[in-house]
Nanobody, 122 residues
Framework: QLEESGGGLVQSGGSLRLSCVAT????????FGWFRQAPGKEREGIAY????????EYADSVMGRFTISRDNAENTFYLQMNNLRPEDTSIYYC?????????????????WGRGTQVTVSS
């Protein structure tokens, strides 16, 4: 299972850190991703991190503002979001993948959290 936390309401330009705790599977064998989905839009893969944390990839929409990281000792991974914009408002999901190459395709992820709401006011 995956469980997100850390969402909320923040003003434009502010920051939030999302956390995702994993239970029930061997954390170090999985790569992880963060996704978001706004009403009426497709789910967007915004960040990916590989098994040992040596590789991270980002969508252009968040590059330079968001940072994905992981703590294998705590079975937790994170999304640090800085300089938030109103267009970042969405439900954010964490997900786990056994695929051995970088991906932000939702179909490549086996486990999903329930999502946490992030709202950025202008």
């Amino acid at each position: 299972q995956l469980e997100e936390s850390g969402g909320g309401l923040v003003q434009s330009g502010g920051s939030l850190r999302l956390s995702c705790v994993a239970t029930g599977f061997t954390f170090k064998y999985y790569s992880f991703g963060w996704f978001r989905q706004a009403p009426g839009k497709e789910r967007e893969g915004i960040a990916y991190i590989n098994r040992d944390g040596s590789t991270a990839e980002y969508a252009d929409s968040v590059m330079g503002r968001f940072t994905i990281s992981r703590d294998n000792a705590e079975n937790t991974f994170y999304l640090q979001m800085n300089n938030l914009r109103p267009e970042d408002t969405s439900i954010y999901y964490c997900a786990a993948s056994t695929l051995g190459r970088p991906t932000r395709d939702p179909s490549d992820f086996e486990y999903w959290g329930r999502g946490t709401q992030v709202t950025v006011s202008s």
